[in-house]
């Protein structure tokens, strides 16, 4: 994690790691907290999983998924295109091993949306909806609307002891459930998978707990107190109900099916190496270790992708190549352990990158048209949705936004889209904010 470049608006989103306990509501919730979670287990509809790859600070989609080869070099930047292993579409010559996988995923590139800052694009793309104009941009966590994780927990629970909705390797300030409760809230990792002593935090024993005691169940249950008093400290009534669950927290930390799930150096090394020795594809793999071992929706979060100067090197010689291992890993991967026909998954950044090239050969944000990438989960593979125009600045045809691929992948998961939450107001808000589905890609 050597990428440690800051974003445009000065917020430092490198891939740090801290070691902490179950990311939460505005704020990290305690393991115990995660587990409140499942008072309420509901059925799938659907035996489908959703990985949910943001690539923080926005890819420049005109770079790999969409060139323009005939524009004017001032446009078109010194990447070439190449063929993909479906005859007709093309992606850039700096990704082989994706355009090798072509046929698992398919592309939307008549995609945009209305906001081209980070922070308000992020909420945007996590959640489904456009935050209103009180949004903080600020380091805290401030989801006004749940993210597509939290609600995918909240409609469709857990299976058996392995956490709903899981974040890696840490939690995006949007990624939370808002008003949805600590039913919604994400596991967070946050710790490296690339890391040669990787290991999750909140499945260890706490260190004053001698192993011998792991069978002790009172012992180790009045040992948990950091979740404890997480809890008393969040001062509302949900914190003040999450005591009850800390037995559960002893469940997880005592799980074999949780250990197995999380150990990632069980996988063989000639597999650890396809999907790259690095945070993004040691990310990637784990969340395919997950949604196998039943996890609903994983969030993996990879930064800096805000190429506002040396955006064809830092591609070139940084991010592109992580990229091309990872992604084409993890279809591959999938579609060989006959996973992907039940896991949905889903590249993007928060917006694209500008068609004009800055004066420091970069590429400034450009919310209006880009693309994303996504297959698996009963999508069809092989496609390219709508068009840019010449120039990829606006859509040409078919334009879709966040809305509208928040209702698809819902559609895809079993969860009616049109379905609405209530928010601590009383106030109904429909799941998808009245999108479409892309029944292109269906």
Sequence with gaps: MKNQRRFCDGVNRRDFLRIGAAGGLGMHLPLASLLAAESDPRAARQDVSFIYVFLTGGLSTIDTFDLKPDAPSNIRGTFQPR????????????????????????????????????????????????????????????????????????????????PPYVCLPTMHNSASAAYLGPKAVPFVIEADPAAP??????????????????????????????????AEQQGNENARQLGAFSERAVDLMTSQQAKQAFNIHQEKPALRDAYGRNTLGQSCLMARRLVE???????????NWDTHTANFSTLRDDLLPKLDLAMSSLFRDLADRGLLEKTIVLFTGEFGRTPQINK??????WSRCFSIALGGGGIQGGRAVGKSDKWAMDPAEDAYGPEDMAATIYHLLGIPPHKEMITPEGRPVMLSNGGRLIRELL
């Design 83 to 162: 063929r993909t292993n479906v005859p007709g579409i093309h992606v850039s010559g700096q990704i082989p091993n994706i355009a090798g996988v072509m046929d698992k995923f398919s592309l939307v590139r008549s995609f945009g949306h209305r906001n081209a800052g980070h922070g308000q694009a992020d909420h945007y793309m996590l959640t489904g909806y456009h935050p209103n104009a009180a949004f903080n941009t600020g380091l805290k966590p401030n989801n006004q609307q749940p993210s597509m994780g939290s609600v995918i927990a909240n409609e469709q629970g857990s299976r058996g002891n392995i």
């Design 197 to 230: 002593g990787f290991e999750v935090p909140d499945l260890q024993p706490p260190l004053a707990v001698d192993a011998s005691r792991l069978e002790d169940r009172r012992g180790l249950l009045s040992k948990v107190d950091r979740f404890q008093r997480s």
């Design 293 to 303: 071992a039943g996890v609903r929706c994983v969030t993996i979060e990879h930064s």
């Design 360 to 365: 420091d050969a970069g590429r400034d944000h």
